[in-house]
């Protein structure tokens, strides 16, 4: 493995930022890389966009043995087709077009490569194929382990959430793909994970999952009670444009659309 290669964020993974950074995908598209320590090979998580140098460099890191996929956008998915070309290792993703010679991930089932245990967990609403994957083996940087014994981990574990969960602020709800409601099942079902870190798809890495997803609900909720005021003050009839421009009247306008969508997806739930 070269340890060289991306940022060291947690014993069993690093992060190689993609040169594609803007208002939604922040500093940059978090591509993931997973090893034990001391092994050649790697899991690559989101091969991000289709730059020659970043997929280089992730080609760079080790002996890729698996690309995994958290979901279906661009910014996560457009160097797939490269990188298999550049590694030869299957592609594995929720829906069937992006995998390449391995079939789709299912929920619950559990991966072993590259040394480490990589647990598949479906968390829709961001878009409808969201996928999590769920290190349970994994400690922070620096801490003695991780270690694979009879008894329970050593350490919280991590899990790296796609755009599900970011590494700031709230992920924009894809509508009509994704949902709320399948968003805030989503967050309920990584909540049960504890304290286990954040490695999210865009961002630094957060602590304590469980924190966080309660923070991330406990937002949703409010945003659902401005809506609900927004249709009370402009009528049942407002366009979806109204209430936006109502509910999200401080965000730059640069990130209106993502707005709309996740107000789109918030009438869905209430039944507009």
């Given at each position: ?12 993974t690093r ?105 598949v967990l ?110 009370r003050d ?39």
């Open positions: 493995m070269t340890e060289d290669t991306g940022i060291r964020t947690t014993a069993l992060r190689q930022i993609a040169p594609n950074p803007g208002p939604m995908t922040l500093e940059g598209t978090n591509s993931w890389l997973i090893g034990a320590p001391g092994q050649e090979d790697v899991v690559v998580v989101d091969p991000g966009p289709a730059d020659r140098g970043h997929l280089a460099v992730l080609a760079a890191a080790g002996r890729t043995v698996l690309t995994l996929v958290t979901h279906r956008h661009a910014d996560h998915t457009e160097g797939v087709a490269d990188f298999h070309a550049l590694t030869g290792a299957p592609v594995r993703a929720f829906r069937p077009e992006f995998c390449r010679d391995a079939p789709p991930l299912a929920d619950h089932e559990t991966i072993e490569a590259a040394g480490c245990r990589i647990r479906h968390t829709p609403g961001h878009t409808s194929d969201s996928v999590s994957f769920h290190l349970p083996d994994d400690v922070p940087a620096g801490s003695p382990g991780p270690a694979r014994s009879a008894g329970p981990a050593p350490g919280p574990g991590s899990v790296l959430t796609g755009d599900t969960i970011l590494g700031r602020g709230t992920t924009m709800l894809d509508h009509p793909d994704g949902s709320l409601g399948d968003y805030l099942r989503s967050l309920q079902r990584l909540a049960v994970l504890g304290a286990a870190l954040v490695l999210p798809a865009h961002g630094d890495v957060r602590e304590d999952v469980e924190a966080v997803c309660e923070e991330l609900l406990e937002h949703r909720m409010e945003r659902l009670a401005e809506v609900r005021e927004a249709l402009l009528g049942r009839g407002a366009s979806l444009e109204a209430i936006t421009e109502r509910v999200y009247a401080d965000v730059p306008a640069h990130v209106l659309p993502a707005a709309r969508s996740s107000v789109g997806a918030q009438l869905a739930y209430l039944g507009f």
